[in-house]
């Protein structure tokens, strides 16, 4: 008795299938594993400068915690079995201290966790369906797909744009800032400094977001990842530096790009008290008690040896490492922007963030420059349309590699260009 409606059948999630291709990333991966199964004496020549992955070590005194941890682990004494969901107090008191200071947030509105990719994901638990949602358009794209995925969007339309979604147009002219829309949302997601543009958002311009979050009684959720590559003393790192965000706004961190943590994992997300939601009933409810439900439910903390670490970021051994890292980085945006300037292309980002985002050479899409890079130049980027279709005729160069790379992505880009 098979039949589209039969009774006994696993039904899936249907909102998956509207999802477009692979993910960004592993599509990226998928031609780049194609160029090297077609041309095996070449695979060795590609420098990888795609997703936004760290290249350099652990700095030293994190992987002395890191191993302290482990040491502990290994004696009775010390051992630790599960610990706290929300992650154990001494790296929230720690984060507090060396991020928060002055901001009024307090170490039990810290959540620490595995992900901000996951912590953005999974944030969409706590709210319920027929949200407007804002997002920028270029834009992460894991904040569309899980939204897609928990059934807050329409179909996707011949540009890849969902129906039911709030898109906030990002170009030159306003710099790949969103303005304040005059439409409401409910739920607004900011990034800044910007993946993947690399821009960077002014007191005032976040004023002007927090003073619309409070007006339309929304929420900002603020992905502040890349906020260690800040070099403008006048910007601000945390949207809790702007009066009011406290009632208005949720916050993810990672210790991803500052400490190289992408392959420890290991990230927080700060939820105020004062933050609250709408109940069907019309009741407010603190979404700082439903984050710790879900996450106490459905997560149980990163592991032990791992929070050492990450608090080893904020010593002065480890501040003083951090930012000798962040400097190589920053030194490889610097060189990769002079190298798209000199070439004459349009190039914004890179001064405050570890993206480059330059416009494609006169005729060329995103996914032409893609492959010509991949197949003329053995380089991998990131094409600005895989971001949404305001980045095309852009791509993103991500500064995370050694300086030797650099350097040789450099000339090879000049040559390609020139
Ligand atoms: C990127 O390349 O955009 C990043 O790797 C994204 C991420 O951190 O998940």
Redesign the pocket.
Known sequence: MAGLHAPHMAMINSNFLKLKAGYL?PEIARRVNAFTTENPDHAGEIIRC????VTEPLPPSIVAAFHEGVDEQADRATFRGYGPEQGYAFLREAIVENQFAGMGIGADEVFVSDGS?CDTGNILDIFGPGNTIAITDPV?P?YVDTNVMAGNTGDADENGAYKGLLYLPCTAENQFVAEVPDARADLIYLCFPN??TGAVATRGMLEAWVRYARENDAIILFDA?YEAFIRDPEIPHSIYEIDGARECAIEFRSF?KNGGF?GVRCAFTVVPKTVTGKAADGTRVPLHQLWNRRQSTKFNGASYPVQKAAAAVFSPQGKTEVKALIDHYMGNAALLREACLALGLKVFGGENAPYVWVGCPEGLTSWDMFDKMLNEARIVI?PGSGFGSAGEGYFRI?AFNSRENVEEVCRRLTALVS
């Open positions: 990333f795609g997703i936004g992955d990719k992460y894991v993946n993947p990842a991803s992408t990131t991500s």
